[in-house]
């Protein structure tokens, strides 16, 4: 998760709180997709539409 953590902040510059708490909550299968999805990612909105639609 840490790995992912500091993905983001260099992709998107970071997050807040709140959302650091619910990429934590994420499962490592999750967090594998995350990753991977992360690459396409070119702003703050795509990880909040990602986290959206993987969590329930």
Known sequence: MLLI???IARRLGGVDS???ER???LS???LE???EALLDFSE???LVAWL?????
Do not use: F, K, N, Y
Request: charge should be negative; hydrophobic fraction near 30%.
């Open 23 to 25: 990429i934590q909550r």
């Open 33 to 35: 997709e995350l990753g």
């Open 5 to 7: 953590l500091r993905q």
């Open 52 to 56: 959206e639609a993987h969590q329930s």
């Open 44 to 46: 703050a909105s795509d």
């Open 18 to 20: 709140q959302m650091q």
């Open 28 to 30: 490592i299968p999750q």
